[in-house]
């Protein structure tokens, strides 16, 4: 796949450049977090229910340079964003949002000035999963956090590569050493205690535990993981030459915010309520409520007690996690056609089962199948703003690019012109997990 592209020494630069002038300090002691963006091949939505999922990241996410503050305070500036977040390590932080049984949020009293509370609730919400754990921090940092252009309110979790990348600053900035499964726990915290959204752990653990050009299988359940690399893209005597490919990005134009969106926390609550019914039926009532402690032979025997809409999200639990196991063997041998055909299946279940995704998403995912060279796709995320993600042949992904930006003005003409010409679509390769540089 070549060597890593992102980041650009000069986008490293940049950002030392701006803590420099922030905090007095040299260049030299600025520290960068790259905290990379992921896509969810396979293994869409069934993280939240201890499904087996499938994940990798790409060469664009997040930037975070800081310098600890020799003090409590944390002082931040973004690149995305207007305003400057103050506070300080020693304050107690509460979570802003709570969850109803039905899904639903409620909002919390909060200590976030306006002008913050767009983008101040990420760090805040680090600093209170570090705290909530038993963590006692006394530095503050000073720090100025961008993301790729463009890819903001994508999809790709950018979310928590946001919360990843104030946990393993401030985490450095205080000299605590936490393993990867550590801060997928705290990046946890953040997203279903502190902001209210009912998610996984598939985001967080792309985020730190992929690797260059592997695809990253997680158990959910058990939270085991391990890497699947790839064959040799080289010359195989008995196969022949293997396909190189490229990830593609489609943007759609909606930037809805997920948390405003509550028919994600809503199928969550529903993939519980047809766990329950099915475990009730099973004589397994006492386990968790969540369809990995139903067994694929007690689904098979019950899934006719389910009500139209429970059947329709444990049929996509089942099918979904039938299609990872495939898809792992899939990219195993190098069978990019077969990984893409359980991508797009992966993608139409979505659809028809979950139940999730926008118009113009699915609009955009029918688009990226029709687009040359592609070896399948399917939208990023749960489909209600963002973009589609595609696996397509390397030599072809300019070709697909081109064809895409042509086609989706057709059908969404506002949409479309509210995007950037030069972003509307990426051609991206495969990044590697978070680290501080």
Aim: some cysteine; aromatic content about 8%.
């Amino acid at each position: 796949m070549g060597e890593m592209s992102w980041p650009t020494e000069a986008e490293l630069d940049g950002i030392k450049k701006i803590v420099s002038e922030m905090s007095g300090r040299g260049m030299e002691e600025i520290r960068v977090v790259v905290s990379p963006y992921r896509i969810c091949p396979l293994g869409a939505h069934i993280d939240h229910q201890g499904g087996t999922v499938s994940a990798m990241t790409i060469n664009r996410g997040i930037l975070l340079g800081f310098v600890p503050s020799g003090d409590t305070q944390v002082v931040l500036r973004s690149g995305q964003f207007e305003g400057e977040v103050r506070f300080r390590v020693c304050e107690t932080q509460h979570p802003i949002q709570t969850i109803k049984k039905n899904g639903e949020i409620d909002k919390n009293n909060s200590t976030q000035s306006p002008e913050e509370s767009n983008w101040g609730c990420y760090a805040r919400g680090a600093l209170y999963a570090l705290q909530s754990r038993g963590n006692h921090l006394v530095q503050g940092i000073i720090g100025y956090i961008c993301g790729s252009e463009g890819l903001d309110s994508s999809g790709l979790s950018s979310s928590a590569a946001v919360g990843i990348a104030y946990l393993l600053a401030l985490e450095s900035a205080n000299n605590l050493s936490q393993s990867p499964t550590k801060n997928i726990e705290y990046d946890r915290a953040i997203e279903n205690e502190y902001l209210g959204l009912r998610n996984g752990i598939l985001d967080q653990s792309a985020i730190l535990l992929s690797s260059h050009g592997c695809l990253t299988c997680m158990n959910c359940k058990t939270k085991e993981h391990k890497l699947i690399r790839p064959p040799s893209w080289q010359k195989d005597q008995k196969t022949g030459p293997q396909k190189a490919f490229k990830i593609l990005l489609a943007f759609s134009g909606l930037k809805q915010a997920l948390t405003t969106n509550p028919g994600y926390n809503r199928r969550v609550a529903e993939c519980q309520e047809a766990a329950r019914i099915l475990l009730h039926a099973s004589g397994s009532g006492k386990l968790d409520p969540l369809l990995c402690n139903v067994e694929p032979e007690a689904y098979q025997a019950y899934k006719f007690n389910l009500e139209p809409d429970l059947a329709k999200r444990a049929e996509h639990y089942f099918s979904e996690n039938m299609r990872v196991i495939k898809g792992l063997e899939a990219w195993a041998t190098g069978e990019l056609e077969e990984f893409g055909r359980l991508i797009s299946a992966s993608g139409l279940s979505s659809i028809e089962n979950y139940e999730c995704g926008s118009e113009p998403l699915i609009q955009l995912y029918k688009i990226l199948l029709r687009a040359p060279g592609v070896f399948g796709g399917r939208f990023s995320g749960a489909g209600f703003r963002g973009c589609c993600v595609a696996f397509v042949d390397a030599d072809h992904a300019s070709e697909a690019a081109r064809f895409v930006r042509e086609e989706y003005p057709k059908i969404q003409p506002k949409l479309a012109s509210q995007l950037n010409k030069d972003t509307a679509v990426l051609i991206c390769e495969a990044g590697d997990c978070a680290s501080v540089i």
